[in-house]
């Protein structure tokens, strides 16, 4: 390739540059809510695409056994996700993970890149997080609604803009820098606010340091917060000298 050309999802498709897009079950063969497990193979939906990756710390889980009798949907590492039905247009790429693979449900598209010497993934799923190709993808899924839907028949016809590989490289490169930071600070938010909340369980809850001070422990807190907290509980089990308000 030595310039960017247009082409369509069918067209990549018939070149083998990528395998024909897949969904997950329908129907039947769907499995049901009372077929969650607490562990075996994760059943992804289009709310575990999440910055770009699948979140399978909250994903369900369907049993092994269940899973190798569907007949679709079994997706893989540096799969690209596209969801096409009701929350569409969200997308991510696989990362590695300790599965045997990862199964879809009907919300969710894979798109598997066979001929990486063309396409990369990562570039693949930055293209579908375009505006450009959001607005198609939302205009012919039928736009806002709660019912949009975009089926693989009508992916098929998606206009794909495809660059040189070294400018695939280059722009999977910085975004995907740009994407890791923004993972890292998601992250140190989400610690951050669990730190805040065990502390508030701490202080407001379990009064802690009031009871550690009644204990005879040693102060965890800086001087200045721990003479804040009262010696005793008084006979409700609050802070003496606290107020409920």
């Avoid at 990369?120 to 997080?129: A, C, Q, S, T, V």
Wanted: some cysteine; proline content about 7%; charged content about 25%.
């Amino acid at each position: 390739m030595s310039e960017i050309f247009l082409t369509t999802v069918i067209d990549l498709v018939n070149a083998n540059i990528i395998a024909p897009p897949m969904d997950g079950n329908h129907g039947e063969a769907h499995p049901k809510s009372e077929d969650y497990v607490s562990d075996g193979i994760p059943f992804i939906m289009a709310s575990d695409l999440v910055s770009g990756h699948v979140d399978f710390q909250k994903c369900k889980f369907i049993q092994k056994n269940l899973a190798d009798t569907l007949r679709k949907g079994f997706a893989y590492p540096d799969d690209v996700l596209l969801s096409h039905k009701a929350s569409i247009g969200r997308t991510a790429i696989i990362q590695k993970n300790p599965y045997p693979y990862v199964m879809l449900t009907p919300q969710v598209t894979f798109y598997r890149v066979i001929d990486k010497t063309k396409l990369l993934p990562h570039f693949l799923r930055y293209y579908f997080e375009t505006k450009d190709f959001q607005d198609v993808f939302s205009a012919w899924a039928g736009g806002g609604s709660t019912r949009s839907y975009l089926g693989i028949t009508a992916q098929l016809k998606l206009p794909i803009f495809i660059p040189p590989l070294h400018t695939q490289t280059a722009i999977s490169s910085i975004l995907g820098s740009l994407d890791d930071k923004i993972d890292l600070n998601r992250r140190t938010n989400e610690t951050l606010e669990a730190m805040a909340r065990a502390l508030f369980r701490d202080w407001f809850v379990d009064f802690g340091p009031t009871r550690a001070k009644m204990a005879g422990e040693t102060p965890y807190l800086a001087p200045e917060l721990w003479k804040l907290f009262p010696d005793r509980l008084d006979d409700k089990g609050k802070p003496e000298g606290w107020e409920t308000s």
